[in-house]
């Protein structure tokens, strides 16, 4: 096929500001990703994105940033596409092998050998480095993890409540599955009155919570209780997720009505920034689904408009490594038509 006779941008932007890579080995020396010091400057939350899951290459080259961005540039905090509960153990607690039991019933997203990387650094590093799980329970595949915890808290502080959280508890097990992907067909084949009474339990909760707060703080202490109220929210913006999956598929949903855990998840970034101290930087790993700049819009719906808000745009409007995402991660044609409208990658 004979060469086009029109340059492509794109090369010629990659080909003026690529830097090579001499490695993905994770542990090898980080010389090689100096010139991304230049454009983290002194960022909050640097951005580090993957075209997909599951790929080895991203995962290596990922943790070797990791690295890079705690060891050299002073950032502070993880904050990775998952639940919360990990940094206890990234701070020391427990023994090694107990990870792997936490982790036993997850979507091997690459999390471990981060976390592992930041306990082995936290045991000498005079300034720890702390995990912030910022998604929706189980990534949408089951209200538990969020919810059993919630009722251990409510045990102590408002028992009264208990019927409720038990019959939420009792549904969401009945769809519970290791991600969306299983969880809301089977959350679409519930009958619908038990479809409404989980929304109706898990929505009165939340309202309750917010309504008598001084009373539970009283009863308890802030942390226990911003902690419990951050696990129900991220509870019911899940199950909102779920009709509005539900509505996407079948062709009658509303516009963008699946941004429920996009925005659940930049609202976690900044409430994990908010409670991190004086100086804490945050490196975000996520899916570039969540933090692109471009809308996707699915190819086999009739919903008008992007399918959802990414959670740069709604929340995050902080400075992210660009030149970084768009060489390696975003698809060549988004970069390509900014460099064609005057946009920098």
């Known amino acids: 096929m004979p060469a086009s006779p029109h340059p ?3 090369t010629g932007w990659l080909r003026d500001h690529a830097a090579p890579l001499t490695h993905l080995d994770p542990e090898a020396p980080l010389d090689d990703l100096e010139p991304l010091r230049d454009l983290i400057g002194d960022a909050r939350v640097v951005a580090i994105g993957e075209h997909s899951h599951f790929i080895d290459e991203f995962i290596r080259l990922r943790r070797r940033l990791l690295r890079f961005l705690v060891e050299r540039c002073g950032l502070t905090v993880l904050a990775f596409e998952y639940g ?4 206890a153990w990234a701070q020391g607690q427990g023994t090694d092998d107990d ?8 979507i091997p997203v690459g999390v471990e050998e981060p976390l592992r ?9 005079p300034r720890p480095v702390r995990f912030a799980g910022i998604d929706i329970p189980a990534a949408g595949g089951s209200l538990l993890p969020a919810l059993t915890p919630v009722a251990d808290y409510l045990r102590d502080i408002d028992p009264e409540t ?4 038990e019959q939420a508890m009792r549904i969401a097990a009945s769809f519970a ?4 992907a299983s969880a809301a067909p089977a959350w679409a084949r519930l009958p619908a009155a038990d479809q409404d009474a989980l929304t109706a339990a898990l929505t009165r909760l939340l309202i309750r919570f917010r309504a008598v707060e001084p009373l539970y703080v009283s009863r308890g202490d802030r942390r226990d209780y911003d902690l419990a109220l951050r696990r129900l ?13 539900a509505g996407l598929f079948a062709g009658n949903g509303l516009t963008a009505d699946t941004s429920a855990r996009d925005v659940y998840m930049a609202e976690s970034v900044l409430w994990h920034l908010e409670r991190s101290g004086p100086g804490s930087r945050i490196v975000l790993a996520a899916h570039n689904a969540h933090i692109q700049k ?3 819009r699915p190819a086999r719906t009739q919903v008008p408009g992007p399918d959802r808000i990414r959670l740069q745009s709604t929340f995050l409007h902080t400075p992210v490594l660009d030149a970084f995402d768009g060489i390696l991660h975003t698809p060549a044609a988004t970069v390509a038509r900014d460099l064609e409208e005057g946009k920098t990658p």
């Open 233 to 245: 929210e991220g509870a019911c913006q899940a199950d909102y997720g779920f009709r509005a999956m």
């Open 99 to 106: 990870l792997s039991a936490q982790l036993a019933t997850a």
């Open 8 to 10: 492509d941008p794109f």
């Open 294 to 296: 471009a809308p996707i």
């Open 162 to 165: 208990l019927p409720a959280i």
């Open 117 to 125: 990387w930041i306990r082995r650094h936290n045991a000498t590093a």
């Open 84 to 87: 919360f509960p990990l940094d």
């Open 177 to 180: 599955g290791t991600s969306a």
